[in-house]
């Protein structure tokens, strides 16, 4: 994790008043509590330490060691990124709108190391290069990131369905095993279809991968592996904007971990399926 610090402050949304108050010491008090075991830290905040464990798993910290880590790798950077999610209003120029939306992308795709551990990416791209079968399946916005991750592995020879009718998704993923992957992708982490066929194919013992907004929602405590991005929904849909573009940057990073393994190979299906689509666009 590269700014555990700015993950603390992404995170403050879904705490708890009492893990809220662990949150707001660490960040006022970073260098401190770097040298502070946990029960100083409850005697500090007037909080139990079972709070501040319930705190960091919470914001998907492995522990208060793991949450000590990552402070101290974000000490050095340790300057709050300034943006504050713009909405667009009927008044709204289009200057304004184009620096609003440059900027809302920008500050979502700055965050995605802030709410994502790498060592966890590493595991899901293993996952995924290991799967027999890769079922990916969305509805809504969400099949629009969907389809773009089936385009590019399929590009590089990847088995891969993406799937964004509930139908179809309840049929494939009944016929999953202990060898596939499930790629679940729901900002919200509630959509009923998701969590339908998700619940099937942990009947089956498939792997399961959610993609889901940075908060406690049923779909990422079902899964096995799970990636976030910024919560950042407001009333309109700039907001909804920026959430698909980083969900779509997290797509490129898994892609291009993916790729990168059989490196050689990878680029040798480019150049093929590059080769045949130019050949019957002429």
Known sequence: MDNGLERIRQGIPILK?????????????????LHMPIAQLSKAT???????????????????RDLKLSIAAA????????????????ETSLSETIQQIVSNNIYSIKN?????DEEDL????????????IIIIGVGASA?????????????????????????????????NKEDVLFAISYSGETKEILNSVSIAKENNTKIISLTSYSNNT???????????????????????????SQLTLIDILYTGIASIHFDESVNYLEKTREVITRFSK
């Open 17 to 33: 008043p009492s893990e809220k108050k662990v949150s707001d010491y660490i960040l006022n008090n970073p260098k401190d509590v």
């Open 46 to 64: 007037n909080t139990s330490e079972a709070t501040i464990i319930r705190m960091c798993k919470a914001l998907q910290f492995k522990g208060y």
């Open 75 to 90: 000490i050095p950077q340790n300057k709050p990124i300034e943006h504050n999610y713009q909405e667009i209003s009927a």
């Open 112 to 116: 995605i190391t802030a709410v994502n």
């Open 122 to 133: 590493k595991k899901v791209i293993h996952a995924l290069n290991t799967a027999r079968k």
């Open 144 to 176: 629009i990131v969907a389809l773009d991750f089936e385009q590019k592995l399929k590009r590089i020879n990847k088995w891969c369905e993406a799937l964004t009718d509930s139908h179809s998704q309840l049929v494939s993923v009944t016929n999953l």
């Open 219 to 245: 779909l990422q405590k079902t899964s096995t592996f799970t990636l976030f991005v910024t919560s950042t929904e407001n009333t309109i849909r700039s907001a909804a904007t920026a959430s698909r573009i």
